[in-house]
């Protein structure tokens, strides 16, 4: 059983920056992506971005430009680095551990227990 471990939330006021880690262990098997969703009060799940093992990287559309994702040398750690940050950037973030290319992640994927953050003035 994968163990997902999340941190770098809080709360920033808009126009800061965050920077957000997830590390996989306590697994034998490869994985072909990580990545970072993220779910606000009353909305659906949604990709952040992601990265696979090969270092192609998949961002969603709210945060291109501003988040950028790199992973270790290891690759069971990631990095989120969120910049100019938005009040609409406020939500749980979580990691997610994409096994399969051919299984989607949200569905087959595990995760981690989520990390809030807030934009607020």
């Known amino acids: 059983q994968v163990k997902i471990a999340e941190s770098g939330g809080g709360s920033v006021q808009p126009g800061e920056s965050l920077t957000l880690s997830c590390s996989a262990s306590?697994?034998?098997?490869?994985?072909?992506?990580m990545g970072w969703y993220r779910q606000a009060p009353g909305k659906q799940r949604e990709l952040v971005a992601s990265i696979t093992s090969s270092n192609t990287t998949n961002y969603g559309d709210a945060v291109k430009g501003r988040f950028t994702i790199a992973r270790d040398n290891t690759g069971n750690t990631i990095y989120l680095q969120m910049n100019r940050l938005k009040p609409e950037d406020t939500a749980v973030y979580y990691c997610?551990?994409?096994?399969?290319?051919?299984?989607?992640?949200?569905?087959?994927?595990?995760w981690g227990q989520g990390t809030q953050v807030t934009v607020s003035s």
């Open positions: 306590d697994t034998i098997f490869s994985f072909h992506a």
């Open positions: 997610n551990v994409d096994w399969d290319s051919d299984y989607d992640p949200v569905e087959f994927g595990s």
